[in-house]
Every structure is written in structure tokens, then in C-alpha cells.
């Protein structure tokens, strides 16, 4: 493993030789072995411990362990501190290093996979560990490519092959790769062994789609581009065997070089609760400063006079040596404001929140038998902040399958079916699909359900029969024939797939292909053409044509492309065509269906020969080829023939548009970055309700150059500006944007808006000085679509957002193609879909189906961050109550560092008394039921807003926990200096003291949570009468003679807690305490439940309505059976219903309306319904009789 981290200079340029591993090995080339785990033996206990003790907490207590062993100053065993730290780096280091053992797993697997090498003429097994670069491997079908590799000839003819590159790009489709002429014929053994080439190239990089290389061999040159290579990752497929020359290996090939480095996640609440620590701290050292100074001038002025009674210590020879000493005492009796068993509890609850998201059954794929699953524990109340979500489009949005829907035809549109009534039948009335029975080479999966294009085709229609013969020939789809009349086709995208079948199930079947012809079966007739050219398809060109020579000698050229594009390179004799067409394209957009526009034209011989003969110059060029070949081709498409249209739908995965529909109404913006060309995206765009017609404008940026990308992001900016001069209302954009005091001036623009920018586009707009005006502009955007980026650029996309913003990002996707950006993002979920389990391996959560991550977020992530909060906020308020008793008793104790409670009490209070009442509510607790979470998706903003645990929320929970220890203190010292028992003695001592102390502590912290359990269980009710229990049986053991007669110096004072708590003054103390500390928090929570209710509170509300309307209702047609039909009328009009109805305030609420809400006064609809209430109740017959209003 060693050799994996080993680091080397930066590369110029990759020179590589066959067969020379003694030449190559000077360059000290990456080797092929991989590492993606983060520890070894050696390195694990000291970088695992370094990571913990970045933790500000566990550094602090490790600080308090080192004090508690210094004997002058510790009043509590150090055993008390070890113990719980031990355990929770203990906890912590087996989790991670089990996490790492899986990866090192992994590692090993793929580093031990077998592979065929050429080693000094002979085919050797190596384990692709030991693959270096200039070795040539030999490839067998099916297999997965070991590194990055030149290929040089295949079984196959002219050095073609075929590969799935699903681990690069997502895509699962086959794609060609073709070995260079001159290479294509080594395909014997004894020819390879001799092969001396030394290939020079670019050095390693993370462009997927490019690659520029020479060959030089022969005293020859011969260029190189992506079309000759195979990169690790892809699958050969089709192609019985392949070899191959090793460019990159191990670390530099193309997939590894977008694999981003695997981080350590934290969670927003854990860095806050680092500074919430050093804060707590700080203010530790403050009360510790103040005690000891108090301590100094009390020794000085009165513990002098006392000197025979209370000696000093033999170490302490001044007053203020003394309060030294007692700093760091007060410092160790202080500490539990922050006690170690918060960090353990909060793990506790993640791992409960993470199983409740495993066993969820409505996150089940019962289809794929696949259950959701928590891949980590430490990011479940960051699910409830997510402000950004960053998504992959094909296998995470769609199924990556494609259905041929409508075409048109000559001027006619197929695809809809009407009822006799001449109305377009819905999918479920419609009636049998097409029979294709006609035609024994039919795909039986394929559906289509106009019956009319058939006929056309068997009655021989021309036009018909052109547009399926275009279908047939102009593609790259690979056949294969298992069987006789078993056609199974391999095409480089879907599209390709659903066109090609669908012209093989109306007649022309395309069956096979050879570099130079193309055989189709037109109407059961085989015919030959010969394939004299393909123009294939790319990013810019956006069109795909083929040149066909036919039997008969005629030669003609098909294109199919963009609309876009081909409608400007069609003849003016087609502009009636061209009209009625465009029109149909319109609407199959206003579908959501793909669309392509389809056109011909016939070529003479003469021609043809010279424009071949300038093709072939051009691909010879040297200098811009692709400019030059290009231009060859834009001669020959031109004034074309309109054939017509097709348009292809692309299933969106279930739930897709309901999903990303609520999670826009929860205010999180949806990114989608994809490889897919920017049709492809736009269109899915628009299926799954992310763009729509609606929307004010969708801006496209498609520059190639950095001036053009800033030029056009600028006009954007511009447009949204000009747009957005006046929102209404006789307010102005500027007094908009004051009162709203947004943090940016475009977020505040009127209208909807989307971005679309292309990979090319995308790389320019990423550097650092476009980043700011890029991320400026797709903010202000309600949807943002990246098209043709790759891996690393998703990953940098989502970086961007995380440094500027300061927003919670997720990132999801399904291929490893995802990775990258899943590591990146604050949170990664990976979709176990059709293209492996990379990305489920790299993710923080998985599960099947995009439409699962709406219960993930609105469900399970926002009910773990309220929660947590909730958890937090209470365990602080318990903490401070219990800890700064400590510091009021210092002023009436001399600041001598005496306890006021029992050391057991001090032990157990945070183990015992407390712990398990608040772990059931941090695990349980609920505001609303998970249906109205879906319901209310703004019930999500105060997560991302971070309302309900911050600073201001701590220092609440801080001024609480004072509050009640001054009570908790005060009260019963007041009582106690004047209190006599029953038998007339005095009642004040320090053992009676501590126990009322205690006592009133543990109820008044037990009530309190009471208050703040929002959703009881039996495990609530359980956990807290219990604990009040557990301490009441526990304080009397302590103080029984059974224990005294056992351990007689460890515990003394026998019988005192049952005479204390036997006096009526101590009860009423208790009670007294509780209430002063407990009724101005209730009082506090009426109120703002009345005056600003949370939009939590009006959901609660407007559910209690609705079971009481139900229970009444219920109640009406019982009593509705006993009478007559006119009475049961005459109940269900009873008593403001009818207000009530017509207001809409019984119906579901939406969540505009619900926000709105929270900001009415008492005097709104609670007030009303109140006073509606108890009007009806004085005034029987008033429902009745009082007249509905609107």
C-alpha cells in the first residue's frame, strides 16, 4: 500500500513504451495499485485520536482527567472522569476503524483482481496491483479494463469494441472504440510481443470525453484521441477479447483522478457546540476566578483567626497560594456544566435516528427488495438544514429508459387516440395497444397505442415508409442475434435504443451492420445498404447524419437532430411543412417528450466523390481537424428535405415531480448536474416540473470562451434586474430588498427564473474570477441544470456553494460518475439504481428511489434536528441548574470547595437521574405527526434558518439554568435558616440541606421535561416517573443501615434522608421551589402560543379541530339514526360550522397560508374559534340560526 501514497513531481507529458518496463520504470509512473482508505496499522491510533481531539470537548475533558489526578485540588476520584472518556473514544475508534476495514476490503479486492499480461512474449496472470504502465494486457468480454489503456486491436473488425462506461458516466448504453488502422492487424501474440511503439500524450487529468496523444512507430506518426482509448472503470462488452497499451495506472487514470478524497463530515450543530464548549469554558475560568478570589480574601481576613480549628493544608503557606488552589478545586467541581455524558448521549440518539431511518417500511423498494439505509450516524440533524440539493439526472431522476410516444409525418401527428366524441383519450381509457403481429421481428415490449401509423405503413405511404428507413439507418446502434428472430440491440444512448425499435416493430428491422454496409428488413425484404459516411453526433453539431448508397446506385444523406439546428439547414420548398412540424414539436414539448427533427437528401455521384475527397483531407489534417471536418459537413447538410419529428419519452422514476415539488415549497433549491447533453436535460427538466412553460425566462449559457460565459451570465443578470425595477404595491425593488434585508440583491428579483449552462460553459464560470458572478446568478434561479460536466466539475459546483453560501448542501446520485460530488457535499446520498454500488458506497445514505428523499428530509431529518435541539437545549438548561448551585453555596462556605451535594448524588445525576428521560425525548419526540410534515413542507424552514438551537437559544437555555439554581439555592436556605422539625429542634444541617437540594432538583428538572415532550410514549412516561423513582430508592439506600453496616466510611449519615423528607416544611420547600421555577415557563409558553404561535403550533392546532369536528360529527349521525331524516340535516348545520367551512380554516391548510399565521396576534383565528366556542355553548340554537358568511 506504501506505493499508493508514494508522490511524485507534476507531468509535462506521459511518454510510454510498449514492452519496455525498464525504459517506462525511470519515469517512477503511479502503479496500479489503489487507495481509498484514510488508516494503515501504524497510522490508525495516532490520526484517529488527532481527529477525536479536534473535538473542543474531548480535549477538555482530557484537561479535567489531568487536573482530577493532581491530589491538592481534586475533591472528586479521577475513576469519574476516565472511565466515560476512555469509553467514548473507545466507541468512536472502533466505529471508524470498522468503516475503514470495509474500505480496505474493497481496496484489496480490486488490487487482487486478475489480469492478462504480455511479459516477454508470453500471456502471464498478474494481479492488477502489479500492472504498469507501457504493459500491454489482453481483455476478454465482460471483463472490467485495469487501467487506462491505448487499445490496439480486437476481435472484431477494423480494431472496433465495444464498452459500457456506466462507472464513468452513468451511462449504461454501449459505446464503440476503434483501434488505429495501423495497430488493428496485431492481433497474434507473437506480432504484439515485437510491437516497439512509444506513445507520447498529455499528462494525467480528469477529462473524460478528451484525450490528444502520438503514436510514433515505424519511423511514422500517428494521432490519437478518446476514440482510441478504453479507461479504467469500463466494461468491454460485445467483444469476445482486446489488447491494450497501459497510459495512466492506479492514481492517474481518468476515474480515480474524479474521484474526490474522502472527508471527514461534520455536522453545523457539532461545530457549534465546539464553540459553545470554549464559551462554557471561559465562562468556568470566570466563576473559577471569582471563587478563588473570594477564597484568597476570606482566608486572609477571616480563616486566619481559625487557624487551630481549620489548618491549612502543609503545601499552603498564604491566603493567596490558598485560592490558587481552590481555582483549579472549583474548576473540577464545576466541570459538569459540560459533562462528558452529553457527547455519549448525543451518539446514542444519532444511532437511534439512523435505525429508525433503516427500518422505515415507506423507504422500502419492494420491487428491488431494497430498505433505506443509514451509512453513517453522525449527520442525521443535518438531513433537517439542507438548503441545496445537488442532483444527478439519468438513474437518479429517470429509469434511463425511453419510450417512443408521437411522431410526425409529413404534416400528420401519431401518437394520440381519440374516442368517438373526437376527445384525446387519457391513458386509462385507452384501448388495446397496436397489434404488430403482422411482423415476426416485432419487440414484444414495445407498446404504441395509434393505430393509425400502421396502417399508413402497410398501405404503403411513402413518407411513412422514409421516415422508419431514415430510423433504421441513421444510428450506431450494435445488433446482436442469439437466436434466429432474437434481436437484441446495443445502442450509445436510449434514444438511439427506443428510435431503432421502434422502426423494427413498424416494419424496418434493422439486422445488421459491417463497417461499410447496413442491412435492413423493409416491410420482411432484406436489403443492403452501403454505408458510405457517418457524420456523428456531437455537443456543438447536435445532429447525427448517415450517407447510404441503396441497391439500386442512389445515394442519399438522412440526418436526424435538434430542432434548433435542422430547421435553419432545411430547403425553403419545405416551409409549409416546416410550419405545420413546428407547431407539432411545440406541443410534444409542452409534454415533457425529447423530440428529434428528421430530413433527407439525395446527392449525385460526381458530388459525392469530391466531397468525399475533401472529408478525407480533413480527417488527415494535423492542425484543427475538428474545425475542418466540421466545416466539410456543414457544406453537405444543407438544404435538406423535411421528413418529420419524433419525440421519445424519458420515464421519470416514480413520484419525481411530487418530490421536487415539495421540496420546492420547502425553500430548497434543486441543482441538477448531469453528463447528458443539454436537450436531454432540459427536457427531463421540464418532465419532472423543475422548468415549466410559467416561468418568466430560462436563460441558457452555452459560451466558449470566458468573455462569451461572462457576457451571457451577465445579460442574465441584467434581464432578471430590469424584470424586478417594481414589485407592486408602491414599493420599489430597493425598499423591497431593505425590508427584507437579504443578504444578496439578486434573490430578491420578481419572478421565476432558470439557468442551463453547458460543461464547456461551466469550466470557464469556475474560475476564481467568475466563480462569485456564476454563483450570483444560478442563486437568484428557482432551477439550475449543468449539462456535459464531468465528475470533478460536480464536485467543484457543490464546493462552490459550500464556501460562498454557508448553506447545507446534499448531493445525490446513483453511478460512480457521482462520487466526486457525493463526498463533497455536506451530505451524499447514493440511489442503488441500474449502474452499481459506487455511489452507494461512497454516500452517508442510501436507498432506491429519488421519491425517498422527501421523507428523508421533511420526515426523519427534521425531526432528528428538532430533536437534537430540543435535547441540546434541555440538556444545558439541567446542567447549569445542577452545576451553579456549586457556586451561590461558595459564598456561604467559606469558597472552600465544598460540594453541596452528596459525591454519589454528583456521580449519579447525569448517569442515572437524567440520562434516560432526555435520550427518550431526543429519540422520540415529535411536534407534528409525519403526515403533516409532508403536508406543511414550510415546517422545514426553521432548520435551515437554524432557529431552534443557536447562540441566542443557548444563552435562553443558560439564563433558565441560573435562574432555577438561584431558586433551587435560595428558597430552601431561606426556609431552613428559620425551620424547625417537629420535635422543635433546629432543621438546618448540611446533610438535610443536600438532600431537599437534590430532592427539588430532580423534580423540578423532571417536570421540565414533562413540559418540552411534545409526543408521549410509554417509553417517556416510563423513562421520567422512573428516574424521579430510581433517586428516591436510591437516596434511602444510601442512608439505610444496610449499606452504613457494609462500607460504615463511605456512608455515614444513616436515616437522614427519611427524616428529612419526613417534615411537612421540607414537602412544602419542594413544592414551593418547583413551582417558582417551573410556572414562569409555562406562563411564558401560553402566551406565545396565543400571541406568536410557531407554524408547529397552528399545524398542532388546526389538528385538534379537525378530530374534534370529527368526534362531533360522529356524534351527529348517531343521533341522526334515532330521528328523523329533517333532524340529521338539521345537526350537521349545528353551531359556526358553517363559517368554518366557507372561511376554509376546517379544510387542510396550505403551507403559504400556514406561514402566514404565525405572525397574527391573539385577536386572530385561534381568538375566534375560541370565542365562536363559547358563544355556542351560552346560545344552543345560535349555529342554526346565524347566517353563513364568506
Avoid at 403550533?1097 to 360529527?1113: C, E, F, P, S
Avoid at 368554518?1140 to 391548510?1149: A, F, Q
Wanted: hydrophobic share 40%; with cysteine.
Amino acid at each position: 500500500m506504501a506505493l499508493c501514497a508514494k508522490k511524485r513531481p507534476p507531468e509535462e507529458e506521459r511518454r510510454a513504451r510498449a514492452n519496455d518496463r525498464e525504459y517506462n520504470e525511470r519515469f517512477q509512473y503511479a502503479s496500479n495499485c489503489i487507495k481509498t482508505s484514510k488508516y494503515n496499522i501504524l497510522t490508525f491510533l495516532p490520526v484517529n485520536l488527532f481527529e477525536q481531539f479536534q473535538e473542543v470537548a474531548n480535549t477538555y475533558f482530557l484537561f479535567l482527567l489531568i487536573l482530577q489526578l493532581i491530589p491538592q485540588i481534586s475533591s472528586l476520584s479521577w475513576f469519574t472522569t476516565i472511565v466515560p472518556l476512555v469509553l467514548v473514544l473507545t466507541i468512536t475508534a472502533v466505529k471508524d476503524a470498522t468503516d475503514d476495514y470495509f474500505r480496505h476490503k474493497s481496496d484489496n479486492q480490486v488490487n487482487n483482481r486478475q489480469s492478462q499480461v504480455l511479459i516477454n512474449g508470453i500471456l502471464q496472470q498478474e494481479q492488477w496491483m502489479n500492472v504498469c504502465v507501457g504493459d500491454i494486457i489482453k481483455l476478454e468480454n465482460n471483463q472490467f479494463v485495469a487501467a487506462d489503456l491505448l487499445l490496439l486491436s480486437s476481435s472484431e473488425p477494423h480494431g472496433l469494441c465495444y464498452i459500457e462506461t456506466a462507472e464513468l458516466d452513468g451511462e449504461t448504453n454501449t459505446k464503440v472504440r476503434q483501434a488505429i488502422p495501423v495497430t488493428s492487424e496485431l492481433g497474434d501474440i507473437s506480432k504484439l510481443a515485437k510491437f516497439d511503439g512509444e506513445v507520447i500524450c498529455e499528462p494525467p487529468n480528469n477529462k473524460l470525453d478528451k484525450f490528444s496523444g502520438t503514436l510514433y512507430w515505424k519511423e511514422s506518426k500517428f494521432p490519437l484521441s478518446n476514440q482510441n482509448m478504453l479507461l479504467r472503470g469500463c466494461v468491454l462488452r460485445n467483444t469476445e477479447w482486446c489488447f491494450g497499451l497501459v497510459i495512466f495506472a492506479g492514481p492517474d487514470t481518468k476515474l480515480m483522478q474524479n474521484s474526490g478524497r474522502t472527508k471527514f463530515k461534520r455536522t453545523s450543530i457539532d461545530r457549534l457546540m465546539n464553540t459553545l464548549v470554549l464559551w462554557i469554558f471561559g465562562f468556568l475560568v470566570c466563576m473559577g476566578v471569582i471563587l478563588a478570589i473570594g477564597n484568597a480574601i476570606w482566608e486572609h481576613e477571616v480563616g486566619t483567626r481559625f487557624q487551630v480549628y481549620l489548618p491549612w493544608d502543609e503545601a499552603v503557606d498564604s491566603a493567596f497560594f490558598s485560592g490558587f488552589l481552590s481555582f483549579w478545586s472549583y474548576i473540577i467541581i464545576l466541570n459538569t456544566v459540560v459533562p462528558i455524558s452529553l457527547y455519549v448521549s448525543v451518539e446514542v440518539i444519532r444511532l437511534g435516528h439512523s435505525y429508525f431511518i433503516n427500518w422505515d417500511k415507506k423507504m422500502f423498494c419492494v420491487k428491488k427488495r431494497t430498505p433505506a439505509e443509514a451509512r453513517t450516524t453522525t449527520l442525521n440533524e443535518e438531513l433537517g438544514q439542507v438548503e441545496y440539493i445537488f442532483s444527478d439526472k439519468t438513474g437518479t431522476l429517470t429509469q434511463n429508459i425511453m419510450v417512443f410516444n408521437k411522431c410526425s409525418i409529413n404534416g400528420h401527428s401519431y401518437g394520440d387516440v381519440f374516442d368517438v366524441l373526437g376527445h384525446k383519450a387519457e391513458l386509462g381509457e385507452r384501448p388495446e395497444p397496436v397489434n404488430f403481429s403482422f411482423n415476426p421481428l416485432a419487440d414484444k415490449k414495445f407498446l404504441f397505442w395509434d393505430p393509425t401509423l400502421l396502417e399508413a405503413v402497410k398501405m404503403g405511404d411513402p413518407h411513412t415508409h422514409e421516415f422508419f428507413r431514415l430510423l433504421s439507418l441513421c444510428h450506431t446502434v450494435m445488433s446482436e442475434e442469439k437466436n434466429e428472430g432474437e434481436l437484441y440491440y446495443k445502442a450509445q444512448s436510449p434514444d438511439e435504443g427506443a428510435l431503432v425499435t421502434a422502426a423494427r416493430n413498424f416494419g424496418f428491422v434493422f439486422r445488421s451492420r459491417t463497417p461499410k454496409t447496413i442491412t435492413v428488413h423493409e416491410m420482411g425484404t432484406a436489403i443492403t445498404y452501403q454505408l458510405l459516411a457517418i457524420l456523428d453526433f456531437n455537443n456543438i453539431r447536435k445532429r447525427m447524419s448517415v450517407i447510404v448508397r441503396n441497391p439500386e446506385g442512389k445515394i442519399r444523406l438522412y440526418c436526424k437532430g435538434a430542432d434548433t439546428i435542422l430547421l435553419d439547414r432545411l430547403h425553403h420548398s419545405t416551409q409549409e411543412l416546416l410550419n405545420t412540424t413546428a407547431d407539432h414539436l411545440n406541443e410534444y414539448a409542452g409534454e415533457g417528450l425529447r423530440t428529434l427533427v428528421l430530413a433527407y437528401k439525395d446527392l449525385d455521384e460526381e458530388y459525392y466523390e469530391e466531397w468525399a475527397e475533401r472529408r478525407l483531407q480533413a480527417s488527415l489534417a494535423q492542425d484543427s481537424r475538428e474545425d475542418r471536418l466540421a466545416s466539410v459537413y456543414e457544406e453537405v447538410e444543407s438544404d435538406m428535405m423535411l421528413l418529420g419529428a419524433t419525440a421519445i419519452e424519458d420515464k421519470l422514476q416514480q413520484g419525481v415531480p411530487e418530490t421536487i415539488a415539495l421540496l420546492t415549497l420547502a425553500n430548497i433549491k434543486i441543482w441538477v448536474l448531469t453528463g447528458d447533453k443539454q436537450e436531454t436535460a432540459v427536457n427531463i427538466g421540464y418532465s419532472c416540473k423543475m422548468l415549466t412553460d410559467d416561468m418568466t425566462e430560462v436563460f441558457i449559457v452555452t459560451g466558449h470562451t470566458v468573455l462569451e460565459v461572462r457576457e451571457e451570465l451577465r445579460k442574465a443578470r441584467e434581464k432578471m434586474m430590469d424584470s424586478s425595477r417594481t414589485v407592486g404595491n408602491g414599493f420599489t425593488y430597493q425598499e423591497k430588498l431593505s425590508s427584507s434585508k437579504l443578504t444578496s440583491v439578486l434573490e430578491a428579483v420578481a419572478g421565476e427564473y432558470a439557468l442551463v449552462i453547458n460543461g464547456h460553459s461551466l469550466a470557464h464560470a469556475l474560475e476564481a474570477d467568475m466563480e462569485l458572478e456564476f454563483l450570483e446568478t444560478a442563486c437568484a434561479c428557482k432551477a439550475v441544470i449543468c449539462c456535459r460536466v464531468t465528475p470533478l466539475q460536480k464536485a467543484q459546483v457543490v464546493e462552490l456553494v459550500k464556501k460562498y453560501k454557508k448553506a447545507v448542501t446534499l448531493a445525490i446520485g446513483d453511478g460512480a460518475n457521482d462520487v466526486s460530488m457525493i463526498k463533497t457535499a455536506h451530505i451524499g446520498v447514493g440511489i442503488s439504481g441500474q449502474e452499481g454500488i459506487q455511489a452507494v458506497l461512497a454516500s452517508d445514505y442510501s436507498f432506491s428511489q429519488f421519491k425517498f428523499l422527501q421523507r428523508l428530509l421533511l420526515v426523519h431529518g427534521r425531526w432528528s434536528y428538532l430533536r437534537m435541539c430540543k435535547f441540546l437545549c434541555y440538556f444545558f438548561y439541567k446542567n447549569f441548574a445542577f452545576t451553579m448551585v456549586h457556586f451561590w453555596f461558595g459564598f456561604f462556605c467559606g469558597f472552600s470547595a465544598q460540594t453541596v451535594y452528596d459525591q454519589y448524588f454528583i456521580t449519579l445525576y447525569n448517569i442515572v437521574y437524567t440520562s434516560l428521560p432526555v435520550l427518550a425525548m431526543g429519540v422520540f419526540d415529535q411536534d407534528v405527526p409525519e403526515q403533516r410534515s409532508m403536508e406543511y413542507p414550510k415546517l422545514y424552514e426553521p432548520g435551515q434558518l437554524n432557529l431552534l438551537f443557536n447562540k441566542r437559544e443557548f444563552f435562553i437555555c443558560i439564563a433558565q439554568g441560573i435562574y432555577t439554581s438561584v431558586l433551587m439555592f435560595f428558597i430552601p436556605y431561606g426556609v431552613f435558616a428559620e425551620a424547625t422539625r417537629d420535635d422543635g429542634t433546629q432543621l438546618a444541617d448540611y446533610q438535610s440541606f443536600a438532600v431537599t437540594v437534590a430532592t427539588s432538583l430532580v423534580i423540578v428538572v423532571s417536570v421540565q421535561i414533562g413540559l418540552d415532550t411534545g409526543y408521549w410514549t410509554a417509553i417517556n412516561h416510563f423513562f421520567i416517573w422512573g428516574s424521579l423513582a430510581v433517586y428516591f430508592a436510591i437516596l434511602f439506600a444510601m442512608h439505610s443501615n444496610g449499606l452504613f453496616d457494609m462500607f460504615p466510611n463511605q456512608f455515614r449519615f444513616v436515616g437522614n434522608a427519611q427524616n428529612t423528607l419526613a417534615q411537612p416544611t421540607v414537602w412544602l420547600t419542594i413544592v414551593l421551589t418547583t413551582v417558582v421555577c417551573i410556572m414562569p415557563v409555562v406562563a411564558f409558553r401560553f402566551l406565545k402560543l396565543n400571541l406568536k404561535p410557531d407554524l408547529s403550533d397552528t399545524v398542532r392546532y388546526t389538528q385538534l379541530v379537525r378530530k374534534k369536528q370529527k368526534a362531533q360529527h360522529r356524534c351527529m349521525r348517531r343521533v341522526g339514526r334515532t330521528g328523523s331524516r329533517r333532524s340529521g340535516y338539521a345537526f350537521s348545520h349545528q353551531e359556526g360550522f358553517g363559517e368554518l367551512i366557507m372561511s376554509g380554516k376546517n379544510m387542510r391548510l396550505s403551507s403559504l397560508a400556514l406561514s402566514g399565521f404565525t405572525t397574527r396576534s391573539s385577536s386572530s383565528w385561534i381568538e375566534s374559534l375560541r370565542r365562536k366556542k363559547s358563544d355556542s355553548a351560552s346560545s344552543p340554537s345560535g349555529g342554526a340560526d346565524k347566517p353563513l358568511k364568506g
